[in-house]
Structures are given as C-alpha cells and as structure tokens.
C-alpha cells in the first residue's frame, strides 16, 4: 500500500479487521518488518492521540522515528504556487516536501482543513502534494477531509464491543463553540458504510456532509428517532460542509445545546455504547455523566489508534520492498 487516506486504499476490508486482530493479540509481530526504515511524522496542527499512537505504531514494527511540527522550530512555510514571498513565510512547500522525503522511507501528514476555500481544502491540496513530491509512501493523520486512521480504529472498536451481528450505529452532529473541520464525521461514513452495520447520521439542517461520504447512508434530521434503539452513538462536532449553501462552508450555524448528548439521549437508544474520537468537549458535545458511564468506550476507542496504524504502516513497510 503507497497512499491511504481513504477505506478502499486498504482493499479488502475484511481482510485488513482480520490483520487489526492479529496484531492486537501480538502487536510486536512485525517488529523486524521496519528495522533501519525511518516514519517521518509531519503535524501542521496539534495533536495528542495521533502523535502517540502512530509513533508507538511504528516502535511496534521496529522502526526509527522522526516527528517535524511545522509550526515550532521549521521555517514557516508557504503553501500556495505563485505566491510572491516576500511575506513571513521562508520557505515553499514544493522544495519542503522533497526534501523531508530524503530522509525518511514513510511519511504521515497531519493538516487540517483550512475551513476557507471548500474547493481548496475538498481538492485536499496540500496531502496530494505530498503525494506527488515526497517520492515516499503518504498516509494521513488527518487532512483536510479526511481522518482514516481514527475512522479504521473506529471500526475496530464496534468490532469488538457490537452485543449484535448488525447494530445500529448513529453519528450525531453535537455544538461546539469553534468550527471544526469535517474530516472525522466524513471518515466515519465511509467506514460505516463499508462495513455491515445499520448506519444512520443526524444532525440540524445545514450541516449536510459531502455526497461521496455519506453514500447510502440515512440522514435523519430528528435526533431523537435517530438515536431511537441505537447500539453505538458516535457524537462529534462538525462546521457547516458547504453542500446546500457554498457561502456558509466552515461556518458554525448552530450551537443548540439541545444536541449535546446526556443521559436523556442516552436513555432513548438501546442502552448504547458511546464514542467520540477525542478531544472531547464536556457538556457542549457530551454530558459528564454519559462520558463517564460504563458504556462509554472512548478510552479502548483511543487504544485502538495504535492497532489501526500498526496495520496501516506494515503495509506499507511491506510495499517498500515490492
Ligand atoms: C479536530 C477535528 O475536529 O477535526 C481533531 C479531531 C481528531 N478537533 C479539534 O480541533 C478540537
Ligand atoms: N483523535 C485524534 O486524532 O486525536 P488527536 O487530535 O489528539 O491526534
């Protein structure tokens, strides 16, 4: 595998649970697999779960690592062709790029949406170039719609918690009081679909997600009969995607606090398991009492960021020396 950022990349998807478990009973297995090959991290945004997991991902399979934050120590650096620099910005990405691509054989990117220009950030711009320039293997870590790794630990996750062969899974929109990129909610759609669960999302007018994620999915606009009889609830904040109105792409449209999910919410579904990819927001997107609840999984949620990435980079260790 050279480039993941989307459920397909991995192939056959139930082949790639199968390998998820195997390393979860051993996930030192592969530890030979990365020996004298470097994963270069590059973080353009912060991060706590994907900066830990991913580097744990990669000692798991006996590899050097190398993390960049762009933003602390790196020459700030310009993304846009054409531009004349005679801003604050000292270097270009398009010499950037090749050149961490010398130093490293894996490269995981992290750059969030710039929530502006929807064609900018929908094209995923800067993860292409990477693509296109590093001459290495690219994965992300969260780009500019999409955040796969979170989204495959996700489904691992349900994996093992689901009491039924089919649960019903519900993505629900919850208030925040920034606007956030659409990358989680858009990687959680595609997995779901891919997978064999009941998927329905729900959130208020507006906040659509973009056709090609949401595919066959249900969009139930009351939250309460979405939630009705639900055997996971996965809350998550996103800004408006621009799909009905172009002009509100990136913008906050609600902040109804009657989203946020407390026990009330919980209490309509089928004794539901709670997610959210984390960090979380208490009492804007979910209530202390259901995070703290025993059929909150955030943390074995969390956890299981570094199977997703162990799977994610044997592959492409093992594509290296095709
Ligand atoms: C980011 C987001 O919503 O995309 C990262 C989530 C993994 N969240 C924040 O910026 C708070
Ligand atoms: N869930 C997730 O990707 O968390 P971080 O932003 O902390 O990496």
């Known amino acids: 595998m050279r480039y993941f950022s989307r459920v397909k990349d991995l192939g056959n998807l139930r082949q790639a649970m199968q390998e998820a478990k195997e390393i979860k009973n051993d996930r030192f297995k592969y530890v030979e697999l990365g020996k004298n090959k470097t994963l270069l991290m590059v973080f353009f945004n912060s991060s706590l779960r994907t900066r830990l997991s991913t580097q744990k991902a990669a000692m798991n399979l006996g590899m050097n690592v190398i993390v960049l934050d762009v933003n602390q120590g790196a020459w700030k650096l310009e993304t846009e062709r054409g531009v004349v620099m005679d801003g604050d910005k000292s270097e270009h990405l398009l010499e950037a790029i090749p050149v961490m691509g010398c130093y490293c054989d894996i490269i995981g990117v992290r750059s969030f949406a710039g929530l502006k220009d929807r064609d900018y950030d929908y094209a995923e711009t800067v993860f292409n170039q990477f693509v296109q320039y590093s ?23 349900i994996e093992e918690y689901k009491e039924v062969k089919r649960p019903k899974v519900v993505l629900t929109w919850a208030p925040h009081p920034k606007a956030l990129p659409q990358a989680v909610p858009n990687s959680f759609a595609e997995w779901m679909n891919a997978a ?111 199977i997703s990435a162990t799977v994610v980079i044997k592959r492409m260790l093992e594509s290296l020396n095709i």
């Not at 796969?148 to 996700?154: E, G, M, T, V």
């Not at 309509?268 to 009492?283: E, G, I, K, Q, S």
Request: proline share 6%; with cysteine; net charge negative.
């Open 135 to 157: 001459g290495r293997p690219v994965f992300a870590m969260e780009t500019a719609t999409v955040h796969p790794l979170q989204a495959f630990a996700d489904l691992i996750t």
């Open 196 to 306: 064999d669960v009941e998927f329905v999302i729900t959130h208020p007018k507006g906040y659509e997600l973009d056709s090609t994620f949401v595919g066959d999915a249900i969009v139930e606009y009351d939250q309460r009969k979405a939630l009705e009889g639900a055997d996971f609830v996965y809350a998550k904040n996103w800004s408006c995607p621009g799909v009905t109105n172009p002009s509100d792409y990136g913008q906050v449209l609600s902040k109804d606090m009657s989203w946020t999910i407390d026990t009330e919410h919980m209490s309509w579904t089928n004794d539901a398991h709670f997610m959210h990819c984390l960090p979380v927001r208490r009492n804007m997107i979910v209530s202390d009492d259901v995070i703290e609840s025993p059929r909150s999984i955030v943390i074995p949620e969390a956890a299981n960021r570094e």
